[in-house]
């Protein structure tokens, strides 16, 4: 920066205002949920009296009551319906990548526009329609109820990143397996799978973190406490609870936790999943 | 490693979506709209205990809470998933579905020995439709004025016996630095509780009940001026600062947890409620309670508590009316009743249930005024017909933020009646 | 993006077997998502409710319901004010903010620090952040508030939630919180693939920092630019969760967006014909955005 280099003061300046700005929006990004946490220490009363400040007393059990609750039974439901859903999208999403990138099909390109196009249709344009199917198929208020709607909206972007990852993938080693007389199931399982390891790594964790937090058809196909997911049994437990603050922010303090786990240790796949789609 | 996954959630997902492996037993769905702990542990309980006694019986029980069970109940209707049991308020609330043959007629059953004597007639009849019966009432509820007894000593304050003397009063308090009235009205339905009230009070009752269940004629539907002046009365104790700042920020449950903390001088709260200010700060201090006081010269009834009983209502199209009736008289027996109210500190329709055995003496002294006003005025939100009332709904915030005026809302509630006159 | 099949016409054979590849995802897709946007424009021209089980079939009315409604009017504005602002966030200011980061200004340790911590707001719950933010913003007790207080700017302290004026502004600002570090994290590595020796060149010429910004960065990452855009303004097309959980439209309709109407249409004014109608309507702009950004991207 030629400016700084004329004038050293200007540039210590620069450094400490963003160093300002930075901070401030860390802090203004972290510190909701330091509060939930905190607060979740907290009888009603403490919160009401004094929010912002670090418990009097650390109040372990509400945790547990919220535990009790039914949290775990909405965490148990996440997981259920994330798994089931990632694991299939991926699954349908390796294959149709694999056809676009390797194979010759007429109508590709038209194909290919019709999965993105997906992308741009907003679910809850879905909504109601498919709720009358759920309702007709009886599969309303079971875990298909919310695995399929989602395998298929999180298909466009999955398709899309793990195509993308493919191209990379130099096609000599196809055409050496095909000369020995393996079939295009057989590459795909041996030669392209576990070379997509990372891309389906990373795409995988998007698509978790996406059905994990969805919310408008968890609101709208499911009901029984047996099959609520996280985000909407949440919701609920919130109004329920309406007299005990302290437990209704432990409740929403452990729902967040395995997430919040898994985004510190798996830092690195969700940020490089995200952006080597976008970079392309 | 990613195949046992995948067979895994699948063999899990099947699992949960194949009907309840079936036993020889009759299943009954049970669908009601209190899921906090309290009356979750009463419910249980009398679940096992029902089925204890019938072990044929399956009772599959659900519970969600007020304001999504609105959503929800009309979610499971368009899908045709209708649980064998279903929770209800009176009023047109019900009144909707009867209309729309999706209740069964309990007119006959109820007549038979083994429900004789259990609730009053006032309970009874929000819950019938072109005179049958269509629903069971499960509670009581009212609405009174909590008020905080050392806050009102202090600045020497008596209990107001007239509208005006209460609108002195909340001046007074007002002067006297103190936020006189605690509320919430992020869920609209808060605001509906006063304006029910002031509409009662008035706009005369057969006119009113005539506007509410559409049975006017089209053009004077809503006419009445005493609409407009409620809503203005409403909006003046917005202006004025009756209520506390930022009121439609605020949930009903915040406003009631100020209260609690001694943060107001009043607050408006429901029977069912009361049980929550026990052991509380404001406990201490003592309160004590009153219902919104007579106005004089009001063109309406002066005489009605505003309040309403909710219920169960049974599905048509159950395959287990018998059983479903069993399991609603044994709740609605004696005994279990007062188990209900002693351990949710609700008070239950079922006559002879809340004493001062199984509740606070507060809860029955709101029971009693309850048993002794002439009647009820239904709560509005669930009374008025669906279109008329979101508007209503909407206009306690909009009035209060200044967005709307009392003469535009009672048109749009005019449009939104005829519309819905002209499609039934 | 270098295509590995054989770029002849394949015959109805060939394509028989790619077909089959990719079945299972198009199936998914039409019956999912294809398929209900097209019911609903069926749905739209009847007017039904949840409970009653006959319907009356009105053509067009809903359209023209929809038209005079006041709140339509309501609801696009605030879709339009959710755009514009996000965009100008998440676009413009996150842009910056990893501009910033990329350019090596802090050590690293500190710049991924800074990096997870404005990420992390995205991967919570819309649930959770609604409330959170629901209890931070109540007037009086909440956090906001009583930082106004202490620093002595009571007089800007309102009912954010609470008032008309504020409430759909109030959910913009909760939605900026949460997605603005997102897109940084994207527009970071974007910048990373833009190679270094153009900003050495410029540094050589003595450019400043904010130069280099305008005339290496930015036409650098013009292609995330583009599909950051069109994501955010679609975003704030389909909103619903984060309005639902805060205000659900109030007070009083004023931060009504397309979503939540539709949502209530159905589920609250038990209008489903109405419902579809919004759906359908939402469908069609989404619609043309995509296919502009379809023709933007085929211009380039």
């Known amino acids: 920066m030629a400016a700084a280099r004329s004038f050293p003061a200007l540039a210590v300046l620069n450094r400490v205002i963003l160093w300002a700005i930075f901070l401030t929006l860390a802090v203004i990004c972290v510190y909701p949920m330091i509060w939930l946490f905190l607060n979740a220490f907290k009888t009603t009363n403490d919160m009401f009296a004094a929010t912002w400040g670090l418990p009097k007393v650390w109040h372990w059990e509400n945790f547990s009551t919220a535990w009790n609750y039914g949290i775990s039974r909405y965490l148990l439901n996440s997981l259920v319906v994330t798994t089931a859903t990632v694991v299939i999208e991926l699954s349908l999403a390796t294959m149709a990548a694999y056809a676009l990138v390797v194979l010759n099909f007429r109508a590709k390109a038209a194909i290919y526009t019709l999965i993105l196009g997906g992308a741009i249709l907003p679910p809850e344009v879905s909504l109601i329609p498919l709720f009358r199917v759920m309702a007709e198929t009886g599969l309303y208020n079971t875990y298909f109820a919310l695995i399929l709607p989602n395998v298929a909206f999180g298909l466009p972007f999955t398709t899309f990143l793990i195509r993308a990852y493919m191209t990379g993938i130099p096609g000599e080693l196809r055409e050496a397996a095909l000369m020995d007389g393996a079939g295009e199931a057989r590459i795909f399982r041996e030669v392209y799978l576990p070379l997509c390891r990372p891309i389906l790594a990373s795409a995988g964790l998007i698509s978790a973190m996406r059905v994990w937090n969805e919310f408008i058809f968890a609101l709208t196909f499911v009901e029984s406490e047996s099959v609520k997911t996280v985000t909407i049994g949440v919701m609920s437990f919130a109004v329920a609870l309406r007299a005990d603050w302290g437990v209704l922010m432990a409740g929403l303090a452990l729902s967040i936790l395995p997430i919040l786990a898994t985004f510190l240790v798996m830092q690195r796949q969700f940020v490089g999943g995200l952006t080597s789609g976008a970079v392309k | 490693m990613k195949h046992l996954l995948a067979m895994t959630a699948l063999a899990t997902g099947i699992l949960a979506s194949l009907p309840g492996l079936a036993q020889d037993k009759t299943v009954v769905s049970f669908l009601h709209k209190f899921p906090e702990p309290e009356n979750m542990a009463y419910f249980d309980a009398a679940v096992a205990e029902f089925e204890a006694a019938n072990p044929a019986i399956d009772i599959v029980m659900e519970s969600v809470a007020d304001e999504p069970y609105k959503d929800k109940i009309r979610v499971l209707m368009a899908s045709d998933q209708v649980p064998d049991i279903y929770f209800s308020w009176s009023g047109e609330f019900g009144r909707k579905f009867a209309r729309e043959g999706r209740t069964l007629d309990l007119t006959e059953a109820l007549a038979g020995p083994e429900w004789q004597g259990r609730f009053a007639a006032a309970s009874l009849e929000p819950f019938q439709f072109e005179g049958k019966q269509f629903g069971i009432p499960v509670n009581v509820d009212s609405k009174y004025m909590i008020y905080n007894k050392a806050i009102f000593e202090k600045h020497g304050l008596a209990v107001p016996t007239t509208f005006a003397d209460f609108i002195a009063l909340n001046d007074a308090l007002l002067a006297a630095g103190e936020v006189p009235i605690a509320y919430g009205n992020q869920s609209p339905w808060a605001a509906t509780h006063y304006i029910g009230d002031l509409f009662a009070k008035m706009v005369p009752d057969d006119v009113r009940q005539a506007d509410y269940q559409l049975l006017a004629p089209a053009d004077q539907l809503y006419t009445h001026p005493g609409y407009v002046e409620a809503l203005a009365l409403y909006k003046s104790f917005g202006d004025k600062g009756y209520f506390n700042n930022g009121a439609n920020a605020i949930s009903h449950q915040q406003a009631r947890g100020a209260f609690i903390a001694g943060r107001s001088a009043m607050v408006y709260l429901e029977l069912v409620e009361f049980y929550m200010l026990a052991d509380t700060p404001v406990a201490e201090q003592g309160w004590g309670f009153f219902p919104l006081p007579p106005m004089e010269g009001a063109a309406g009834r002066n005489d009605l508590l505003t309040g309403a009983p909710d219920g169960f209502l049974i599905s048509a199209k159950t395959e287990h009316p018998q059983e479903a009736l069993a399991f609603l008289n044994f709740i609605t027996s004696p005994e279990q009743a007062a188990k209900y109210v002693s351990t949710t500190g609700m008070t239950s329709a079922v006559i002879g249930s809340v004493t001062e055995e199984t509740t606070t003496p507060e809860t029955l002294a709101g029971l009693k005024a309850l048993e002794d006003a002439a009647g009820m005025a239904l709560w509005l939100d669930t009374d008025m017909d669906t279109a008329s009332a979101n508007v209503i709904l909407a206009a306690g915030q909009g009035l209060l933020s200044g967005d709307e005026t009392p003469e535009a809302v009672m048109e749009k509630v005019r449009a939104a009646a005829k519309e819905t006159l002209a499609q039934r | ?300």
């Open chain 3, 1 to 300: 993006m270098p295509d590995r099949s054989d770029h002849t016409q394949a015959t109805w054979r060939q394509s028989l077997q790619g077909w089959l590849w990719v079945a299972p995802a198009l199936l998914f897709l039409v019956v999912f998502v294809y398929g209900p946007a097209l019911t609903n424009i069926r749905f739209s021209m009847f007017s039904f409710s949840a409970m009653s089980l006959d319907w009356d079939f009105v053509g067009l009315d809903n359209y023209l319901r929809l038209w005079n409604d006041p709140k339509f009017t309501t609801a696009l504005t605030n879709n339009a004010i959710y755009a514009a602002i996000s965009v100008t966030c998440q676009v413009g200011v996150a842009l910056v903010l990893a501009a910033v980061l990329e350019a090596r200004v802090f050590p690293n340790f500190s710049a991924n620090l800074f990096r997870t911590a404005l990420f992390l707001p995205s991967i919570l719950p819309v649930v959770v952040v609604g409330l959170v933010w629901q209890l931070l913003l109540t007037p009086t007790t909440g956090l906001i508030d009583q930082i106004l207080w202490e620093t002595g700017l009571a007089n800007w302290s309102k009912a954010w939630l609470g008032e008309p004026d504020t409430a759909i502004f109030a959910v913009i600002f909760v939605s900026q919180w949460q997605w603005t570090g997102y897109i940084m994290a994207l527009f970071m590595v974007a910048i990373r693939a833009v190679p270094r020796d153009l900003y050495e060149a410029m540094e050589i010429d003595g450019a400043s920092g904010v130069q280099q910004f305008w005339h290496i960065t930015v036409p650098g990452v013009r292609e995330t630019i583009l599909i950051v855009t069109i994501i955010t303004i679609l975003g704030s097309l389909k909103v619903f969760d984060i309005v639902w959980v805060m205000t659900a439209g109030g007070p009083n309709h004023s931060s009504e967006v397309l979503g939540t109407m539709m949502y209530r249409a159905a589920f609250r004014d038990d209008m489903i014909g109405y419902s579809s109608t919004i759906a359908t309507v939402i469908f069609f702009i989404a619609l043309t955005i995509g296919l502009v950004q379809i023709k933007l991207q085929k211009d380039r």
